[in-house]
């Protein structure tokens, strides 16, 4: 034992010192570094990312329920040592003199929120600040719109059930909210103990909203969640911050996605750069492996040495490069990061180390160890006879296993089955087919030498000649040029994507209830104050009656919600087909349509309706009902700021029913009086200002961006090892031709023209077949993961046959140059 | 000893349980070398036998004295180092043990194998045209070496060579021509 052991690290240090290892412990130790560090960055990013969702929901687990929650719920939680409070919403009318508005009343327990903010003013337009406790005893906080709705103001009282409340506050920002512009009524804060004596509510009728909010170590929250999810009641709901808010919910997503799929990248490049440096470590191991066989070495003996030497270099390297992994994964944190999250996150040090651990050994037994399995066919006899060939083994079967641990170890860190599973079997399809396609191609091309020099017969003879090494080169180039193509193009429509939604102009308010006759004054004056708005939609309360004669019943397939808020569903007419809408089925509205009883519906609320295309659906509006024919079904983005609607009419036939309009627009943060202008000038619109809102999404989407830039330098980084891995894998036959052409006679120039060429088509064909592969790819992940148009980019088409080139040809030149400049003799292959 | 082409790398590979030949037998101390599986002539030969090659097969990767120490190392051989030693000394070559073999003249490359070879005390040592690389001075002096430490180890020398100065210090030559003793 102690000699097999004594042999694996003799062989571990004299192919050290000799320079052998080099290619595959650099391999090793950027790619589990790259690793270890993505690891680190995106649990970091996803512990700060769930804080602040937390942050915008006011905790990290709500139990909601339409009754009086049970004691056990928040015992368990305290058990488990986590934070807990209760909230109760009413929704009720209140008063001031004479007027009256519907309002969403909210009791909180001292402690709420716990997590994120209240922010309020102590008067109208007044500056916002952070509340430290809830509203006292008799007291209340309320929205400005609230205010204005029932013309009071702070210090005046409001009557809520049977009780009067005095308004001490003005209530800015609340987190437990959900953004939506027709189902939020104003809110009113108060304390719990109030809310139970104003008499709005009856715990035996569910006209209340109960929540429970937790909050505390996520481990604790995920085994709280496991004691819950079978325990709640049919009518019990169990969220976190994740359900809770759908645009957060989907930038998250998307990123997740994006983390996911530049995981598995950089963990595929690592293992063909890794497996390629090791295909070179093993043929130079050849003799060395037929001289220990002839001195007496058995095969097993010697196979087994190797994989000895290998776990020890994994265990040297890879712990090196979990190290540095951390080390660079906290210092980018601090560096760039670390404004965003303002609150200290703990560092996630465990997890990314195992991740780390199980990469290094999944990358030296998966990918540096099959290569070596080569060495098991060499014989004694290679020591008497060089002219033997080299052993013929699959070059892509041992690799089997390999891809399958990958595909557990992207598993463990992506979760996601689907997304690993298509991508890695995609990127090995994607490996395959080049194969296939390199040999026929090379094949055809040994058929073209008939009509060239002789220079060019014997470059094209060297790379027919080389048809195995070449084809195994391709494949890695292609798989380079692939997945970076694939990560470069979602990247960028991710970005842009993004970039729309942080558009400094994106409307931070929304105008409801501007009366017809308001209008054309309403708009002049936006227009006098330089403000940009979106059109004016004509709404009108309406209800759907029929679909194709049947009478529409909102069952179960519609939430809580839609059945109280959809009942009566706002209806708008336009003749122009807004960006952010697609038509799925059908066709949008002509001119020739106006005043037609036609509608556009959105699919997901045709589809509960059970509506299609051509339905007739019967609309009771404006005090009578209407048969209008469904000529398109359209997908709408209901994040994008802006006012959009179920059902969509063409001109002509809103207008006669004296509609309310509705419009947002984008007004500068330094305009601070400008709502309050406006809403002293039209105190009956209603004035939603989403700010806040934006001010969050933005935030979030510039700490995303930057970790996706920076997973770029980790992707690149990996990329060239493989590129340099591939190029040194047939760097020996080459320096072997190379010697014997120079001894011959052989100008530098021409032997460049031979050496170029190869790598110019070699990197040609990589970039060509990866235009295809990426292509097909990003349409599917375009299509199927992140849910956006997909688009072909011709400029990417033409350029990464190029990039192609140019990189493999430089790096191939930078890989080969000695063969110029050393003297023949001296060259050893 | 024969021309090349007749034959002579071929048999030593065979006698030494390098390859197998197409038919016969070949008896090793009595056991039949065909009939053992790789592993088996293997151990056999790490036990009972040595090697000289004519292009040295010294790894490039190790010094003059891992070179020497690469077999007793593998034969668990205690002492190693020191008898590796010993035998670089008997060589003349105790000042070159930390040279690697391009530091290395041809005549000083082969004293090294020669080294390696007798380190584990062979019972048999072939050895595969010892002197081809090498210049006549050169030669006559590994020449003299190898049958020097040759008598003082009482090993069986199996040389094959087309070097008659060779063959004739040898106690016995047969010649092969066209892969037939003739």
Redesign the interface.
């Known amino acids: 034992m102690m000699?097999f052991f004594?042999?694996s690290l003799?062989l571990l240090t004299?192919?050290w010192?000799?320079g052998?290892l080099k290619l595959i412990s650099f391999a090793v130790l950027v790619s589990v570094m790259c690793i270890t560090s993505m690891v680190f960055l995106t649990s970091k990013i996803a512990t700060g990312i769930e804080e602040k969702s937390g942050a915008l929901v006011g905790s990290d687990l709500k139990l909601t329920s339409p009754s009086p929650i049970a004691a056990g719920y928040a015992k368990k939680a305290k058990d488990l040592g986590l934070k807990t409070t209760y909230t109760i919403g009413v929704f009720s009318m209140v008063a001031h003199d004479e007027e009256l508005t519907l309002s969403e009343v909210k009791g909180v327990q001292p402690g709420y929120p716990l997590r994120g903010e209240v922010r309020t003013a102590t008067a109208l337009f007044g500056e916002s600040e952070v509340a430290n406790s809830i509203p006292t005893k008799g007291t209340i906080w309320v929205e400005p719109r609230l205010l204005s709705l029932l013309g009071a103001d702070i210090g005046d009282e409001i009557t809520v059930g049977v009780k009067s409340l005095k308004v001490t506050r003005v209530l800015l920002e609340e987190p437990d909210r959900i953004f939506d512009v027709f189902g939020a009524a104003p809110m009113i804060l108060m304390s719990i103990e109030d809310l139970k004596t104003t008499e709005i509510f009856d715990p035996g009728e569910s006209n209340a909203t109960y929540k429970l909010l937790i909050s505390g170590n996520q481990n604790k929250i995920a085994e709280y969640m496991m004691w819950a999810q079978p325990r709640i009641e049919p009518t019990h709901l169990l969220a976190q911050p994740k359900d809770a808010n759908p645009r957060i919910q989907r930038i998250l997503k998307r990123s997740n996605y994006y983390l996911s799929l530049a995981f598995i990248v950089n963990i595929t490049l690592a293992g063909v750069a890794i497996a390629m440096a090791s295909r070179r470590f093993s043929k130079r191991q050849f003799?060395?492996v037929a001289?220990?066989?002839?001195?007496?070495?058995?095969?097993?003996w010697v196979f087994s040495c190797y994989l000895v030497m290998l776990v020890l270099l994994g265990l040297i390297i890879g712990s090196i490069g979990i190290g540095l992994g951390l080390v660079s994964g906290y210092v980018l944190i601090q560096e760039v990061f670390s404004e965003v999250f303002s609150k200290p996150l703990p560092d996630p040090w465990v997890w990314p180390s195992l991740i780390g651990l199980f990469s290094t050994f999944i990358l030296i037994l998966g990918f540096a160890f099959p290569p070596l399995l080569a060495t098991r066919k060499i014989?004694?006899?290679r020591?008497?006879?060089?002219d033997l060939p080299d052993p013929k083994w699959s070059e892509i079967l041992p690799f089997a296993l390999p891809v399958s641990l990958v595909f557990v170890l992207v598993f463990l860190q992506v979760k996601d089955f689907e997304l690993s599973g298509t991508l890695i079997m995609m990127a090995f399809g994607v490996g395959v087919f080049s194969l296939v396609l390199v040999y026929t191609l090379i094949g055809l091309l040994s058929k073209l030498t008939g009509w060239l020099d002789f220079l060019k017969r014997l470059n094209i003879r060297n790379v027919v000649r080389r048809m195995g090494d070449n084809a195994l080169q391709v494949v890695a180039f292609n798989l380079v040029l692939t997945l970076v193509g694939v990560l470069f193009l979602v990247q960028g429509d991710l970005l842009n994507l993004w970039e729309k939604d942080v558009a400094p102009n994106i409307p931070n308010y929304f105008v409801l209830n501007v009366v017809g006759s308001q209008k054309v004054a309403f708009q002049e004056y936006l227009k006098e104050n330089d403000v940009v708005s979106n059109c004016f939609y004509p709404i009108v309360q309406t209800r759907v009656l029929s679909v194709d004669g049947e009478k529409v019943r909102y069952g179960s397939s519609f939430t809580s919600g839609e059945r109280s808020v959809h009942r009566l569903i706002q209806v708008s007419s336009s003749m122009i087909l807004d960006s952010d809408n697609r038509i799925l089925k059908g066709r949008w509205f002509e001119a020739s349509d106006e005043g037609k009883p036609l509608v556009s519906i959105e699919q997901r609320f045709a589809e509960r309706l059970g509506v299609k295309l051509n339905s007739e659906i019967e609309l009771y509006m404006g005090r009578k009902s209407i048969k209008a024919k469904v000529i398109s079904i359209r997908e709408v983005d209901w994040h994008s700021f802006k006012p959009n609607f179920f059902i969509l009419l063409p001109s002509g036939i809103l207008e006669k029913m004296t509609p309310s309009y509705m419009t947002s627009f984008y007004v500068p943060e330094k305009e601070l009086l400008f709502s309050k202008h406006l809403m002293e000038k039209f105190p009956m619109v209603t004035l939603l200002d989403v700010q806040m809102i934006v001010a969050k999404v933005r935030s979030f989407l510039l700490v995303l961006s930057s970790v996706v830039e920076y997973l770029w330098t980790f992707t690149f980084l990996i990329s060239f090892v493989l590129l340099f891995a591939t190029i040194l894998s047939t760097m020996d036959e080459r320096m072997r031709e190379a010697k014997l052409l120079r001894i011959l006679g052989i100008s530098n120039r021409q032997l460049l023209w031979i050496v170029l060429s190869e790598f110019v088509l070699l990197g040609f064909l990589a970039g060509a077949i990866a235009v295809v592969g990426a292509h097909i790819m990003s349409y599917w992940l375009a299509d199927r993961v992140f849910g956006f148009p997909y688009s072909l980019n011709l400029q990417f088409a033409i350029l990464l046959p190029v990039v192609g080139m140019v990189l493999v040809s430089v790096g191939g030149y930078l890989g080969t140059r000695r063969i110029f400049t050393t003297p023949p003799l001296r060259l050893t292959g | 000893m024969g021309v090349s082409g007749s034959g002579k790398s071929t048999l030593l590979g065979i006698m030494a349980g390098l390859d197998l030949p197409s038919s016969g037998k070949i008896l090793f101390d009595g056991q039949v070398l065909n009939q053992l599986s790789e592993d088996k002539r293997a151990r056999l030969r790490a036990k009972n036998v040595g090697f000289i090659f004519q292009d040295f097969q010294l790894l490039p990767n190790l010094t003059a004295l891992e070179n020497v120490l690469l077999p007793l190392e593998l034969n668990g051989i205690k002492k190693a180092k020191q008898r590796a030693n010993d035998f670089l000394k008997k060589v003349g070559l105790a000042d070159r043990a930390v040279h690697y073999p391009r530091q290395l003249s041809g005549g000083e490359q082969q004293r090294v194998a020669i080294a390696r070879a007798f380190s584990t005390h062979p019972r048999v040592l072939f050895a595969d045209e010892p002197t081809g690389n090498l210049d006549q001075k050169t030669a006559k002096i590994v020449v003299d070496l190898l049958f020097e430490v040759n008598q003082q180890f009482d090993t069986t020398l199996v040389c094959v060579t087309h070097d008659s100065t060779l063959g004739d210090r040898c106690q016995r030559a047969l010649q092969l021509s066209y892969g037939k003793l003739v």
């Open positions: 000699k004594r042999t003799f004299r192919n010192k000799s052998e003799s060395t001289l220990l066989r002839c001195f007496g070495a058995g095969n097993a014989t004694a006899l020591v008497l006879r060089k």
